[in-house]
C-alpha cells in the first residue's frame, strides 16, 4: 500500500491517507480474528476428537466465541465496503472521464496504462 494511490481503481484515483489507514487498520483487525478463530477451530477439533464430556461441553462456549468473532469479521467487512464506497463517491465526483461514477456503474471510457 505504498504510494497513496490505489492503480486499477478509476484513473489512478487518489485516496487519501487517512482512508488507507483505516482500511489498513481493518484489514489488520480481520486478520487478528481469524488468526484467532485458526485457534479456536483447532482447540474445537482437538476436544471434539479426546471425546472426553468436560471438552465437549467446554466446545460449546468455543463455537459461541466463534460465531460471534465470525459475525465481527462479516461487520468489519460490511463497513469497508461502505468505506470504499463512499471514497470512490467523492474521488469520482469531479471525475469527467466517466470512469466511475457516484452510482458506482462504470462509464464508456476504458483508461489503460501506458
Do not use: C, W
Not at 16 to 32: A, G, H, M, P, R
Not at 46 to 74: A, C, F, T, Y
Amino acid at each position: 500500500m505504498e504510494g497513496d494511490t490505489f492503480s486499477g481503481l478509476g484513473n489512478g484515483t487518489q485516496i487519501d491517507n487517512k482512508i488507507l489507514q483505516t482500511f489498513k487498520k481493518s484489514f489488520v483487525q480481520v486478520q487478528d480474528i481469524l488468526d484467532q478463530n485458526r485457534v479456536l477451530i483447532n482447540e474445537i477439533n482437538q476436544n471434539h476428537e479426546s471425546k472426553v464430556p468436560d471438552n465437549l461441553s467446554r466446545n460449546v462456549g468455543l463455537i459461541r466465541e466463534l460465531n460471534n468473532n465470525i459475525r465481527r469479521v462479516v461487520d468489519l467487512y460490511a463497513d469497508l465496503s461502505s468505506s470504499f464506497t463512499k471514497s470512490m463517491e467523492v474521488s469520482s465526483e469531479g471525475d469527467s472521464s466517466g470512469a466511475v461514477k457516484s452510482d458506482g456503474k462504470a462509464g464508456h471510457k476504458r483508461h489503460r496504462p501506458l
